[in-house]
């Protein structure tokens, strides 16, 4: 098994066999050669008088002796007209189904039974998907007979070489062209199946055959000429009356011969025919893919080093036909800078392809090695480590047991049975008396039930009047003015809030009601009070400041009211509570038990308190009403006749009080305390109505009734009906438990 990245592409061909070792560089782009090899074999494998098995044997042992595979993986390629290569454009159908789709395809495709033939799949660049349908989808089908795939593996199970990847030659020839020739090749994500990337015609020059590969770099059309390298020898062998060895010599060197000329017009029968086979071939790709440019073209093999063989490809294909030179990605001094690697560069054009694939960068990745040799080789592979296992839990299986015997016979005793009888016998009766309890309670919770339905008409009389008790003493009043007196002057600044009506809504549930918006104005109200605390400390501050400036004649940067005028200004900038308290932790408030059932009362009204720099408007709310509904008190009594007990507003039910819209300034109608009535008379014999008017006659100064403006609210705050009984109750369970009264202790007694 390989231990490092390093793959071998092992190439058998009919003239040698060539071998290359590549791994991925750290940048995940650049393969890197380290090794490689070129064994030409004393004659071509398809020689009447050679001994192909033998030969190959012979190529593999010397390359065994040169070079070592143990560390790394190895990949070989079998010959293009050895298997079938077939396009399929698929259906639109769920990209989930697209394995059985393909299947079913294959069946109708391999002209053989399935379980004959070992077969691959890859989707090709180009399909959609929409909402998990693929659309458009091709995808590349590639299978080979398993007799064949197991008569090329042979060779490499004789020399004891283990195998990673089986694939077919062309499909090797197009990792390679698209790593490692073709440049400035447009991403998946920009590819255009109706405006495709001109196309490329790959002409790979084998011994006895010729790979044709057209491809765009996302697209792949193969067909594999019958004209190879061979058949230029052989036409010289019949018109020169040659052997075939005279033949390849004279052929490989025309150049240097006696006569050039006679031995190019011995071979210009073979240059015609594989001109029209690659006319042919190109002619039928252009009529099935209508979109498709051919540009350029590119020659592999070193048959295609017979001279004057590309010019001539050229002129008949009119495309521009080039050599490679070099493969794009692949470094490695020692091995792409050896004499022999360059004289033989054409002809690693498919092992290169092979390590392209091997370390993952191959377009096309599919494999056709027998899926039974890969399970075999890791069951082999893993049969050591199975057995240390399986015998490391084995020693553990009998030290447990020993162990839990040995305990075993230390405990199992016949004395133990008299009190293990014991042990049954109160935990029997420990259950008794457990049962026995639960019923008892159960009784307790019913009577109890029973005595709070007969009880709480009593107590339930007076909710309602409680209630309101506790609204009029959150209501703020001017304790320096004479209830029973008439007020005169101006209404700015007066402390009372003028109440248009209250409504009350039932909820089932208050979690109904108390929403994130709800949270959030109530938070802002804890927040805001919170803010006019710290605030409230200021003027004391700053009056003694003041008074310092007095004494000290004047002295510059304090305004009358004693802050320094950039840090005033500072306050004010600030953005108020929300911004002073946006780094505090927020504050606690009293959070209603919920989910419980219970009412939203609503108080709509406005006031005329907005002369107070600090203290107007929404603010003024928080600080008299809603502070007094949140942290105020309301003396009761605790029953007909009883006496005057002090409740919290949370005791009394009162929760999460809070401001639901925003306020807004309104005129209001007050009496003129300047009004003289007809005759003399005085303004509306003391009687004070107020009405709101228009903005028509906001400016009204004379007449029985004048505009004074104010400002508009709505309050709301949630109610748990709690009657006076269980207020009392609860106030007295906190007592019990610090007795150090504890019911389950008592239960269990």
């Known amino acids: 098994m390989a231990t490092s990245n390093a793959v071998w592409g092992i190439d058998i061909g009919q003239c040698a066999l060539k071998a290359l070792r590549c791994r991925l560089d750290d940048d995940g782009e650049t393969i890197v050669a380290d090794a490689f090899d070129y064994i030409e074999y004393p004659k071509i494998l398809t020689q009447p008088d050679a001994n192909p098995e033998e030969l190959v044997k012979e190529a593999l042992g010397q390359f065994l002796a040169n070079n070592s595979v143990r560390d790394a993986q190895v990949a070989i390629s079998v010959p293009g007209q050895s298997g079938l290569t077939r396009f399929i454009k698929l259906p639109p159908v769920e990209a989930k189904k697209i394995p059985d ?19 691959d ?26 007799e064949q795939v197991f008569r090329a593996l042979r060779p490499f199970r004789d020399a004891g070489i283990e195998l990673d990847y089986v694939q077919l030659t062309p499909i090797s020839i197009y990792n390679a062209v698209t790593y490692g020739v073709l440049k400035d090749m447009p991403t998946a994500a920009d590819f255009d199946p109706d405006d495709p990337p001109p196309s490329v015609v790959v002409i790979s020059m084998g011994t006895d055959t010729t790979d044709l590969v057209i491809t765009n770099g996302f697209k792949i059309w193969q067909r594999s000429v019958p004209i190879g390298g061979s058949h230029f020898t052989k036409q010289l062998t019949k018109e020169m009356k040659l052997t075939f060895a005279k033949a390849e010599h004279l052929k490989r060197n025309a150049r240097q011969s006696e006569d050039p000329k006679a031995v190019f017009q011995a071979m210009r029968p073979v240059f015609n025919d594989f001109v029209q086979e690659l ?40 495309i521009p036909i080039k050599k490679v030179s070099e493969y794009r990605h692949l470094s490695g001094v020692s091995v792409v800078s050896t004499p022999k690697y360059k004289d033989n560069l054409l002809s690693f054009a498919n092992a ?105 008409g009593a107590d339930a009389r007076f909710l309602v ?93 304090f305004d009358e009211d004693g802050f320094e005028d950039d840090e005033f200004d500072d ?74 007990i002090t409740f919290t ?64 609210f709505t309050v709301q705050f949630m109610w748990i009906e709690t009657r006076a009984s269980q207020r009392l109750e609860a106030r007295n369970k906190p007592a019990t438990e610090e007795d150090g009264f504890d019911e389950d202790l008592a239960g269990g007694l």
């Open 101 to 119: 789709i393909v299947k079913y395809e294959a069946k109708q495709q391999i002209p053989f039974a399935l379980e004959d033939v070992i077969w």
């Open 121 to 146: 799949y890859q989707p090709l660049v180009g399909g959609l998907q929409d909402e998990g349908v693929a659309l458009e989808t091709e995808v590349g089908l590639f299978a080979m007979k398993r």
């Open 279 to 318: 006319q042919r071939s190109i002619g039928y790709y252009r009529s099935i893919d209508r979109n498709a440019k051919i540009e350029q073209g590119v020659v592999l093999g070193n048959a295609m080093r017979l001279p004057g063989l590309q010019p001539y490809v050229e002129k008949n294909l009119g």
């Open 352 to 456: 290169y392809g092979l390590c392209i694939q091997g370390v993952g960068k191959g377009r096309l990745s599919t494999n056709l090695i027998p899926r039974e040799l890969i399970t075999a080789r890791l069951i082999r592979q893993k049969k050591p480590w199975a057995l240390i296992g399986l015998a490391v839990f084995l020693l553990a299986v009998a030290f447990n047991f020993l162990f839990h015997w040995n305990r075993w016979r230390e405990a199992h005793h016949d004395r133990f049975a008299a009190v293990s009888t014991d042990v049954n016998n109160l935990s029997s009766t420990s259950s008794n008396h457990v049962s026995q309890y639960e019923g008892l309670t159960a009784e307790f919770d019913r009577l109890k039930q029973a005595g709070d339905e007969v009880v709480s």
């Open 465 to 557: 009047l409680e209630l309101l008790k506790a609204v009029n003493s959150a209501l703020p009043v001017d304790e320096e003015a004479d209830p029973m007196a008439i007020r005169k002057g101006d209404f700015d600044n007066r402390p009372e809030l003028f109440i248009e009506y209250v409504e009350s809504q039932y909820f089932s549930d208050l979690g109904d009601y108390y929403s994130p918006d709800a949270k959030e104005r109530y938070q802002s109200f804890l927040t805001n009070l919170e803010f006019s605390k710290r605030r409230a400390a200021r003027p004391d501050d700053g009056a003694a400041a003041e008074e310092e400036a007095t004494d000290a004649g004047g002295e510059e940067g």
């Open 571 to 644: 306050d004010l900038d600030a953005g108020g509570a929300e911004d002073e308290m946006e780094d505090e932790p927020l504050v606690e408030g009293n959070e209603p038990p919920l989910p419980s059932p219970g009412w939203v009362f609503q108080i709509r009204g406005f006031h005329f308190h907005n002369e107070d720099e600090y203290n107007f408007g929404e603010q003024y709310l928080f600080n008299t009403l809603l502070n007094n509904l949140e942290n105020g008190t309301v003396d009761l009594p605790a029953g007909p006749g009883g006496e005057m």
């Open 649 to 712: 507003m949370q005791e009394l039910g009162i929760y999460c009080p809070l401001v639901v819209s925003e306020g807004k300034e309104i005129n209001v109608l007050v009496p003129n305390p300047d009004y003289k009535g007809p005759a003399g008379g005085g303004q509306n014999g003391g009687q004070v109505n107020f009405k709101t008017v228009n903005n028509g006659n906001a400016n009204a100064t004379d007449g029985e009734l004048i505009s004074r403006q104010a400002y508009e």
